[in-house]
């Protein structure tokens, strides 16, 4: 079976300190850099944790800038189809030791995607990987739905309604509530499932659970505490 990775694909860059002092120039720190780590982030992560399983291409906007080898040096051996657009995303992440002290995020939004013109290579499943800066559309979305493939979305925004017909929707339980607009998880679940066929909720330490209109199905977790849980829900939505 073929799976083909559409959506936000991202850098992932981490640094780490080992000590800090005061910061003669303003109030605030001065950390020293142990080290410097880049990984893959987004609809790239999830791509890649599925090419362990299965043949994977990944398709995506990437810019022309002193991201873009470091990227690519990161694929391995996944299949890329660039789509160049004028910013590569870069989520920057500083640690002190063990404790995430700031995020700093770089990245492009589309009003209009990229990818709505583009010529996606065949495959048995589409995999929507959307962090809601545009390139997965709703447009793209419907085109997906109609060419009879099994899609599955990893959602985010506020409208349920563009991932109508989708075949399998893995929000957590804060973006069911949000893309419902019900607080009431029950009541998430009855308005999520007259737009997609399927859902798997994540829940954190409650583990997930897998619904749709003729069956559920929970899997229970063993709850410890993660250094870092960033890429957590691309690795739930390659794994299922």
């Given at each position: 079976?073929?799976?083909?990775?559409?959506?936000?694909?991202?850098?992932?860059?981490?640094?780490?300190?080992?000590?800090?002092?005061?910061?003669?120039?303003?109030?605030?720190f001065?950390?020293?850099?142990?080290?410097?780590?880049?990984?893959?982030?987004?609809?790239?992560?999830?791509?890649?944790?599925?090419?362990?399983?299965?043949d994977?291409?990944?398709?995506?906007?990437?810019?022309?800038?002193?991201?873009?080898?470091?990227?690519?040096?990161?694929?391995?051996?996944?299949?890329?189809?660039?789509?160049?657009?004028?910013?590569?995303?870069?989520?920057?992440?500083?640690?002190?030791?063990?404790?995430?002290?700031?995020?700093?995020?770089?990245?492009?939004?589309?009003?209009?995607?990229?990818?709505?013109?583009?010529?996606?290579?065949?495959s048995?499943?589409?995999?929507?990987?959307?962090?809601?800066?545009?390139?997965?559309?709703?447009?793209?979305?419907?085109?997906?739905?109609?060419?009879?493939?099994?899609?599955?979305?990893?959602?985010?925004?506020?409208?349920?309604?563009?991932?109508?017909?989708?075949?399998?929707?893995?929000?957590?339980?804060?973006?069911?509530?949000?893309?419902?607009?019900?607080?009431?998880?029950?009541?998430?679940?009855?308005?999520?499932?007259?737009?997609?066929?399927?859902?798997?909720?994540?829940?954190?330490?409650?583990?997930?659970?897998?619904?749709?209109?003729?069956?559920?199905?929970?899997?229970?977790?063993?709850?410890?505490?993660?250094?870092?849980?960033?890429?957590?829900?691309?690795?739930?939505?390659?794994?299922?």
């Amino acid at each position: 079976m073929d799976y083909v990775v559409v959506g936000d694909v991202m850098l992932d860059k981490y640094i780490f300190t080992d000590s800090w002092r005061p910061c003669p120039e303003y109030t605030g720190f001065t950390y020293h850099v142990d080290r410097v780590e880049y990984h893959l982030g987004g609809a790239a992560n999830t791509a890649l944790s599925l090419s362990k399983l299965a043949d994977t291409t990944l398709i995506g906007g990437l810019g022309r800038d002193e991201y873009n080898e470091l990227f690519i040096n990161s694929l391995g051996s996944l299949i890329f189809d660039e789509v160049v657009i004028p910013k590569t995303t870069v989520k920057t992440r500083l640690f002190y030791k063990d404790t995430m002290m700031l995020r700093l995020d770089e990245e492009q939004t589309f009003d209009i995607s990229p990818l709505e013109k583009y010529d996606t290579p065949m495959s048995d499943v589409i995999i929507l990987s959307d962090y809601n800066k545009g390139m997965v559309s709703a447009e793209l979305v419907r085109q997906y739905v109609k060419s009879g493939r099994f899609v599955a979305a990893d959602p985010k925004g506020k409208s349920i309604e563009k991932y109508e017909g989708v075949d399998l929707l893995t929000p957590n339980l804060l973006e069911l509530k949000t893309l419902t607009g019900e607080s009431d998880y029950e009541k998430a679940l009855e308005v999520a499932l007259k737009y997609v066929r399927g859902l798997l909720v994540t829940k954190s330490e409650k583990g997930m659970e897998y619904v749709s209109k003729i069956c559920r199905h929970s899997v229970y977790s063993l709850v410890h505490n993660p250094e870092n849980v960033s890429g957590a829900g691309d690795l739930a939505l390659a794994g299922f």
